[in-house]
């Protein structure tokens, strides 16, 4: 038996549930792990556009906090990774078939960088919600907002390394063209490809953890199925060559290169799938990581 028998919770003084729900609503209240409408959740997602680049240059910003070169870091780092590359790559293993004299440190740095940007956001996008339990469960904001805010994030620390991609270019004798415009283009379909990846694996990870020991081994191998030291073209063909360059991370590597190197004229088909590729996974992202909103933080 209860404590005040069968009467008590009537004899609770307040209001109704159906006028405390009615006053909650107005005054923006949400229930606590409950997933929202779709629409509301954009309309949150854009309204908390300020935290989300607030929170993503201050992470770029406390990465080299520690640095002795501070910012200086961010042009360095990428000209030393590449020098290493070039060195293992295209003198040791002389991987430039199919590129013409000259074109391969170009065509290297644009693909090296861009896959750095694309894994570093999978590997971090894949801990986003696990990796901030603590903000998770403290503040209530749109989650997603924690897979797009690490693919910013790395887009920061990237940016660098693509202008010096463009110096190499200079340097190795291509000529700046009206294709040149397409080149941020390519860098912003190639950061939609990167965040609806990282949403998806942010989804999975917190849903099945050991996933997190999977995605570095699924970038390691697209390290190198991607055409990253090399011309997909020049080492397969049939179907084989068809599958690599198809898939998602080759095609932002292409159109890059496309847009920058002579070599490659620009092939619209391949734009095409990379522009479609960016769309489905970033829908596809959102709503899969909204799915799951009220999920996180409870367990």
Same mark, same amino acid.
Request: glycine share 10%; charged share 10%; hydrophobic share 50%.
């Given at each position: 038996?209860?404590?005040?028998?069968?009467? *008590?919770?009537? =004899?609770?003084?307040?209001?109704?549930?159906?006028?405390?729900?009615?006053?909650?609503?107005?005054?923006?209240?949400?229930?606590?792990?409950?997933?929202?409408? #779709?629409? *509301?959740?954009? *309309?949150?997602?854009?309204?908390?556009?300020? #935290?989300?680049? /607030?929170?993503?240059?201050?992470?770029?910003? =406390?990465?080299?906090?520690?640095?002795?070169?501070?910012?200086?870091?961010?042009?360095?780092?990428?000209?030393?990774?590449?020098?290493?590359?070039?060195?293992?790559?295209?003198?040791?293993?002389?991987?430039?078939?199919?590129?013409?004299?000259?074109?391969?440190?170009?065509?290297?740095?644009?693909?090296?960088?861009?896959?750095?940007?694309?894994? =570093?956001?999978?590997?971090?996008?894949?801990?986003?919600? /696990?990796?901030?339990?603590?903000?998770?469960?403290?503040?209530?904001?749109?989650?997603?907002? !924690?897979?797009?805010?690490?693919?910013?994030?790395?887009? #920061?620390?990237? +940016?660098?390394?693509?202008?010096?991609?463009?110096?190499?270019? !200079? !340097?190795?004798?291509?000529?700046?063209?009206?294709?040149? +415009?397409?080149?941020?283009?390519?860098? $912003?379909?190639?950061?939609?490809?990167?965040?609806?990846?990282?949403?998806?694996?942010?989804? !999975?990870?917190y849903a099945v953890r050991d996933a997190s020991n999977l995605v570095p081994l699924l970038t390691r191998v697209?390290?190198?199925?991607?055409?990253?030291?090399?011309?997909?073209?020049?080492?397969?063909?049939?179907?084989?060559?068809?599958?690599?360059?198809?898939?998602?991370?080759?095609?932002?590597? /292409?159109?890059?290169?496309?847009?920058?190197?002579?070599?490659?004229?620009?092939?619209?088909?391949?734009? +095409?799938?990379?522009?479609?590729?960016?769309?489905?996974?970033? $829908?596809?992202?959102? &709503? &899969? #990581?909204?799915?799951?909103?009220?999920?996180?933080?409870?367990?």
């Amino acid at each position: 038996m209860t404590l005040g028998g069968p009467d *008590r919770e009537s =004899s609770i003084p307040g209001m109704p549930p159906a006028e405390a729900a009615a006053l909650a609503r107005e005054h923006g209240m949400d229930q606590v792990g409950v997933r929202p409408p #779709f629409g *509301r959740y954009l *309309r949150d997602l854009w309204r908390h556009r300020s #935290f989300l680049i /607030t929170m993503s240059a201050a992470d770029y910003n =406390s990465r080299h906090q520690q640095n002795v070169l501070g910012q200086i870091w961010g042009l360095l780092n990428p000209i030393m990774i590449g020098a290493a590359y070039f060195l293992i790559f295209g003198l040791l293993l002389e991987t430039n078939r199919g590129l013409e004299p000259g074109t391969y440190p170009t065509f290297l740095m644009i693909g090296l960088f861009s896959f750095i940007f694309i894994s =570093s956001g999978m590997n971090a996008g894949s801990k986003a919600i /696990t990796g901030n339990m603590g903000m998770v469960r403290a503040l209530r904001f749109p989650r997603v907002i !924690l897979p797009i805010s690490i693919s910013i994030t790395e887009l #920061f620390a990237t +940016l660098p390394a693509y202008a010096m991609a463009l110096i190499v270019a !200079l !340097l190795s004798g291509e000529t700046p063209t009206a294709t040149w +415009l397409l080149y941020p283009v390519g860098i $912003v379909i190639t950061f939609m490809v990167t965040t609806g990846i990282g949403m998806l694996f942010a989804r !999975l990870v917190y849903a099945v953890r050991d996933a997190s020991n999977l995605v570095p081994l699924l970038t390691r191998v697209l390290r190198y199925v991607s055409g990253v030291f090399f011309v997909i073209t020049a080492y397969s063909e049939g179907f084989v060559q068809f599958a690599l360059n198809y898939q998602p991370v080759a095609v932002c590597l /292409t159109i890059l290169r496309q847009a920058v190197m002579e070599q490659f004229a620009v092939d619209w088909t391949m734009w +095409l799938a990379a522009a479609g590729w960016g769309i489905v996974l970033m $829908v596809a992202g959102v &709503v &899969v #990581f909204w799915q799951g909103e009220a999920t996180y933080g409870h367990k």
